[in-house]
C-alpha cells in the first residue's frame, strides 16, 4: 500500500516529466524542423513555414493544412504543460494532493496518445511536401541543358520528434506515471475513506 | 417516477447506439460486414461532400460503384471503380482530373451502399444531444463530480476537438502541393551578325543570364573547335565575338556548316549548357557598272571572300592591257574599279561561293 507522501512525489514526477516534455515538444514544434537550401530556401516547422522558391514566397496548401492540423497537437501539448503546472501547484504551495487536478494530468497525459495519429498525418504530409520541393528541376529544352542547382532539406533536432519512435517514446513514459500516479492517488483516497467509515 | 424512467430508457438507448456508431466507425480496422466512414476531402465531389458519412458493406462490386479501399488501418479511400481487370482495381475522384494508381482487389474493403449527409446528421446529433442534456438537467444539476467526470470530459472534449479539426481540414486546404516557378530557358533564334558576331537570343522566365563561363566554336562535322568570347547582354542575349574570319571564309567558299556555337553560362538559380546552330544566309557577291564607267564589287556577307578580278582595257580596239589582281572583299566590304578613262573595258571577276567557282564577265565600255 503506498503512502500519501509516496503518491505525492510520484505525481510531482509525472507533473514535472510533462511539463518538461511537452515545453520541449511546444519548442519543437515552433521551431524550424527541415531547413532548405539552394534555389528554393526557407524553413518548414510543423506549425509555420517560410519558403522562398526560386526569389518568389512559395505559398502551399498542403503545408498550411499541416499546419492547421498542428492545433491538435499544440492543444494537447500546451494542456499537458497547463495540468502539469497546475498539479506541482497545488502539490508544493497548498500542500494537498488534489484528485481533480491528478485526474487533469492522467487525462491530458492521454491525449498526447491521441494526438500521435495527427502527428504522422502532418509527418506524411511534410515529407510529401519536401520530397516535391527537393526534386530535380533540371531540363532539356530549345536552348540546351538547363541544369538547375539543386534544393537541399536539413533535418534540424526538431525534427526528431517525426523520427521513428522518439515521439512514442517520449510520451509514453510520461502516460504511464501520471495514470499510476492516478490510480495510486485513487487507492490512497479510497483506503483513507474506508478507514475513517470503521 | 415516469420522467426517470424515460430518462434512463433514452440513456440506454443513447449509449447502445453510440456503441453501435462506434463500432462501425472501427469496424473496417477488424473487417466488419459493415462500416461506416466520414468523407474528408473534396476529390469525390458533387457525389460525397467533406463530412458525409458513407456506409459501406462488404459485397461484390462492379464499374461504376463508389468503393471503399484501405492502404492501411488509417488510411482509406472513397472512390468510384472505373476500371476493373485481372484482380486490379482502378479507382478514381468524381472531381479528380486522373485515376489513383491500380490497387490489387484485395485492399477493396467495402462497397458504398448509402450516404449520410453532413447537413443530415450534423444537425440530427445536435439535436439529440439537446434533448439528452434538457432531460438530463436535473441529474446534471444535483450531480457532485466523482472520479472519472474530469477524465471523460477532457477526452470526450479533446476527441471532439480532434475530429471537427480533422474534418475541417480538408475543407479549407488541399493536399496539393504549391505551384513553383521554376525558371525556363528556351532559344528564340541565333543569328550571324552583320559585324561577324553570333546573336543567340533567348526566352527567359523567372532567371536571368549572368555570364557565360565557356564558348567554342566550330563548323558542323569538323572536329576542330575554336574559343570565342561571349557577353550577356540586358536583353537576355548571348553575343558571342570573335568567330576566326577564315572559319567563316571557308563557310562561304566551301558551303559547309552550319556553325556550331558551344556555350556554357551561368544562370540565376543554375547553368545553362547549350549548342546552337547558326545557318548563316550567305548571298552571292554582286558586280555592277555605273554610268561613268566604275565597277562596284560588293560582298554582303559578313565574311571576307576572295576574289580575281581580271581588266581588259584599251583606248584602240583590237589592242587591250590585261591587268590580273587577286583581292580580298572584305566582310560587308565594296571594291570599285575606276575604269572611265579607257574607251574600251571588261572585267571578269571569278570566285568561289558556296562549292562552286562563278565567272562573272562584264562589259563596262566600249
Redesign the interface.
Known sequence: MPTKEQVKALLLSAATYGVVVNTALLFALLAPMYVLRGPISGFVSVVTYNIVAFGRRYISPALDMASFLSLIVITASTLNVVSGLAVTYTTLRRGKVGLVVAETLMASSLTLLISLGTLSGIRRIVSFELAHLTRNYSYVASAGRVVIYSVHAYPTPASLIFKGLTYAAVTIPYVILATVAYVMLLRVRSERGAELSK | MEGLRLVKRSTALGVVLLAVIILLFIGRLVGFPVAIIIVSGRSMEPTLRVGDIVVGVKEPFKVGDIVIWCAGP?YCVVHRVVELRDSIVVTKGDNNPAPDPPVPESLVKYRVIAVVRSYEWLPAVLIVLGLYAYLKRDYFRRRK?V??D??????VS??V??AA??L???A???????S????????RHATLSGDGSVVIT??VY??RLVNVTQCHVSIYGSSKRYECEARVTRHSSIVVSGVPRTLLEHMIEEGVGPLVIS?KAT??????????YVYPPWRRPTVSVLRNGTVVIANPNPAPLKINVTTYVSNKPGLANVAFEERVLAPHGVLKLDLSKYRYAYVRVEYVFQGKRVVEQLKVRG
Open positions: 488509417t463530480v472520479p472519472g474530469v477524465a471523460s470530459l477532457i477526452l479533446f476527441i476537438f480532434n479539426v480533422a475541417l481540414a480538408p479549407y486546404y488541399s493536399m496539393e502541393a504549391g513553383l516557378a521554376v525558371p525556363r530557358v528556351t532559344l533567348l526566352n523567372n532567371t556555350v544562370i540565376l538559380f543554375g547553368k545553362l549548357v547549350g549548342t546552337y
